[in-house]
């Protein structure tokens, strides 16, 4: 079983050593999968390991497909409590930072984590992480998740594993398979499958988190989905890109809910020859979007030079105030040129 090194290991277990100190752990805006599940594992550890005071603070709602977690009810909303996650914050002796790399990740939650005393440890598998902002940085590209360097670092702290009870375990699980989209990307590396083995054999019942990710959709979800395949695909003339958009008007159509375009994405990549796949939405006063690319595409970069954004080579997102169509004019022109798609 993979182990951090024993210095980054030894200073965790420092910063743990007193259990009556306040942690807090926090994550970025739309948290994902990874976000509540290894918001949530890391919560259900601590609690197991003698503290008594630990919050899991979101910057903004998130879909009902991830609220079946254990310790789910502990979360705080900044959005809807916004008094008392910054309390949180302010009087936190440690804060986790899960699944992103830089404050504004957070959203309002950034600026009061700017202010804090707390000792800061990022946990977080994006590339560029900036480091100023935290104490300590555990971050590492190569692992499929935050979920699973979360538990290569509880290994590292506590290697006999006994503290991964099936609440930690069902938690890092569900944070694995979503960020591999149930081990289909980010999916090469033999050590993730021994990590999501592990976890299955602390008590997760595997078919139960797929069910509950996968297979709960609502009937307005499945028709959306439907009606983005159908009528709102378009695919370049170079046949390498294609993407989906939908418009604020639309969304409301089929009474929209957090998490419902969720993976929407993924279909404009599934046809055979595109290589980078692009989902507009309009979301209140802007254009949330997300991209998704095969190989050595960098989305990434794209997103950063473009849209405001980041995230990872193959899967990252940004945002811009300019309307739905100039938004995907802007998107468009980036591939005028012919070679884009291998000078990324
Ligand atoms: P999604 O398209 O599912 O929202 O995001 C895909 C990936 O890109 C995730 O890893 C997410 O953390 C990252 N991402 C999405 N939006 C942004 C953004 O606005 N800024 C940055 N830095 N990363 C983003
Ligand atoms: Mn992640």
């Known amino acids: 079983m993979p182990l951090l090194n024993t210095k980054t290991s030894d200073l965790v277990k420092s910063y743990l050593q007193d259990k009556s ?48 977690m254990p310790g789910n009810r ?38 009061v984590f700017i202010k804090t005393k707390a000792i800061k440890v990022l946990i977080d598998h994006h590339p560029q992480p900036e480091e100023s902002f935290f104490d300590l940085v555990i971050s590492d590209t190569e692992v499929s998740s935050t979920a699973e360097l979360l538990f290569i670092l509880i290994n590292s702290i506590d290697n006999d594993l006994s503290y991964i009870n099936t609440n930690v375990a069902t938690c890092l699980f569900a944070g694995i398979l979503t960020d591999t989209g149930a081990f289909s990307y980010a999916s090469n590396n033999p050590q993730t499958y021994i990590i999501a083995a592990s976890l ?103 997103a950063r030079t473009h849209f405001n954004g980041g995230g990872h080579v193959n899967a990252s997102g940004g945002r811009v105030k300019t309307g739905l169509k100039d938004a995907i004019a802007k998107f468009e022109k980036i591939f005028e040129s012919d070679n884009i798609i291998n000078n990324t």
């Open 21 to 68: 100190k306040k942690v807090a752990i926090i994550t970025h805006v739309n948290p994902d999968g990874d976000a509540i599940g290894s918001s949530l594992g890391l919560f259900e550890y601590l609690k197991n390991i003698g503290f008594l005071t630990v919050s899991p603070v979101v910057p903004n709602d998130y879909a009902s497909f991830l609220k079946w």
């Open 74 to 111: 502990e979360i705080i909303n900044a959005n809807d409590s916004t008094d008392s996650a910054e309390k949180v914050l302010l009087e936190a002796d440690v804060i986790f930072c899960l699944d992103f790399n830089h404050p504004d990740r957070s959203g309002k939650l950034g600026e």
């Open 200 to 302: 299955i054999e602390k008590g997760v019942n595997a078919l139960d988190v797929n069910r509950k990710i996968y297979d709960t959709y609502s009937e307005n979800r499945l028709r959306l989905l439907g009606y983005c395949l159908s009528d709102k695909l378009t695919v370049l003339p170079n046949k390498k890109v294609a993407y989906i958009s939908l418009s604020k008007k639309e969304l409301e159509k089929y009474g929209h809910k957090e998490g419902d375009t969720e993976g929407v994405v993924n279909y404009a990549l599934s046809i055979e020859g595109i290589e980078l796949a692009a989902f507009f939405m309009e979301n209140n006063d802007e254009i949330k979007i997300s991209l998704r690319s095969r190989h050595s595409i960098d989305v990434n970069k794209i």
